[in-house]
């Protein structure tokens, strides 16, 4: 929909499918009676009928509000490049998408160092996961311990040298990497 012109035909389509559904009540009886299952299918079918012959004349009714909503809009800014959608374009995102932990999405605090396990490992291997445990640290390299339900993902990352927030393994009295405490 480009237009307002475009926006009425799309909702007298959708009105013209809304008046088809009215004549479910005639057609939905006459399919059950024809099923074979004799005044049942009919009773069926009278319950169908009604059902759709409301809900769809409905449905249709507010399908063609919004394609003339639709086609308002269109025809009031025909294009959408205006000063403040380009300028929303250009803005730098101000940091990475947050890693969200459990099955659930729960939400900790923003750390860029989740967020960078987020980004360097992806959706598909850090959905779900517990927890998250710095493991060593050499470099711009890290091993981490991501904690799942089911699983343990042991994954080197690199790490760059903007993110500040990362938790520092645990070393234990001699200086090896020792047990991290809860």
């Known amino acids: ?12 389509c959708s009105i013209a499918e809304g008046v088809e559904g009215i004549l479910d009540l005639v ?3 006459v399919e059950g009676a024809q099923r074979g299952q004799g005044l049942a299918g009919v009773v069926a079918g009278v319950g169908r009928g009604v059902a759709g012959g409301l809900a769809k004349p409905l449905s249709k009714l507010g399908q063609a509000i919004s394609d003339v909503g639709t086609g308002l809009a269109a025809q009031v800014a025909p294009h959408s490049d205006s000063t403040s959608a380009r300028r929303r374009r250009a803005r730098p995102r101000q940091r990475q998408p947050r890693l ?3 099955e659930t ?10 967020a960078e396990v ?12 517990e927890e998250v445990v710095p ?11 991501l904690l799942f339900p089911t699983r343990v993902l042991i994954a ?3 790490m760059p040298s903007l993110v500040s927030n990362a938790p520092r393994p645990a070393e234990g009295s001699d200086g ?7």
């Open 156 to 158: 080197e990352l690199r």
């Open 176 to 182: 090896s990497p020792g047990r991290r405490a809860p």
């Open 1 to 12: 929909i480009r237009c307002l012109g475009d926006g009425v035909v799309e909702a007298g």
């Open 135 to 145: 493991l060593t640290q050499q470099g711009s390299g890290r091993m981490v311990l």
């Open 27 to 29: 057609r939905k009886p």
């Open 100 to 102: 969200l932990f459990l």
């Open 105 to 114: 999405g729960a939400v900790r605090p923003f750390s860029d160092f989740e």
């Open 118 to 129: 987020l980004r360097q490992l992806g959706p598909r291997h850090a959905t779900g996961v």
